[in-house]
T-cell receptor, first 115, second 113 residues
């Protein structure tokens, strides 16, 4: 089956620093990728839709200047959490939509802890 | 905003028993999917049921969909300790062309050995 990877799987950073998370589709092209956030014991909430070659679409309440998304190729989207604060600590999960089949595949997630 | 609500929020059963989880959603959908998530891990896709289907089976899983009530249920038969996880329903809306999945609130299932 199709594979989506995320890197890093875990990251701990100090408050005020920036962290970049990568989402890659390994064996298919993805014009569209999605970024979700999940707080402990809660469900996944969509943060933004990442479109290759164009600007991301952010959900209401998600600051686009804080969560920078770059989808520079058909297999890679990055999410940069800028000036991270402890309240940004969460599990970030991406999904990639196969450009041919339109099926969505999820990455394994990235656990971000901001100290 | 989160579309689906699931109940129960938490469910604890003994091995061998059946587990039933329910999901409700708000808008018209193309399909409804169920996912499983072990604690702190990624999502595992379990099953997809299309809006024109009423019931679907996959191994020990049985999913029903009632579009008139905007609800779905997931039944796990003969549960095992390894089924302990959180289970989420997720939908893709029909009207808006929204392609992202909208997740329900989830049910945390604990299967006691």
């Amino acid at each position: 089956g199709a594979v989506v990877s995320q890197h890093p799987s875990r990251v701990i950073c100090k408050s005020g620093t920036s962290v970049k998370i990568e989402c890659r589709s390994l064996d298919f092209q993805a014009t569209t990728m999605f970024w979700y956030r999940q707080f402990p014991k809660q469900s996944l909430m969509l943060m933004a839709t990442s479109n290759e070659g164009s600007k991301a679409t952010y959900e209401q309440g998600v600051e686009k200047d804080k969560f920078l998304i770059n989808h520079a190729s058909l297999t890679l989207s990055t999410l940069t959490v800028t000036s991270a604060h402890p309240e940004d600590s969460s599990f970030y999960i991406c999904s990639a939509r196969d450009s041919n089949s339109y099926e969505q595949y999820f990455g394994p997630g990235t656990r971000l802890t901001v100290t | 905003s989160q579309q689906g609500e699931e109940d129960p929020q938490a469910l604890s059963i003994q091995e061998g028993e059946n587990a039933t989880m329910n999901c409700s959603y708000k808008t018209s959908i193309n399909n409804l999917q169920w996912y499983r998530q072990n604690s702190g891990r990624g999502l595992v896709h379990l099953i997809l049921i299309r809006s024109n289907e009423r019931e679907k089976h996959s191994g020990r899983l049985r999913v029903t969909l009632d579009t008139s009530k905007k609800s779905s249920s997931l039944l796990i038969t003969a549960s095992r300790a390894a089924d302990t996880a959180s289970y989420f329903c997720a939908t893709v809306g029909k009207a808006t062309g929204r392609r992202a999945l909208t997740f329900g609130s989830g049910t945390r299932l604990q299967v006691q050995p």
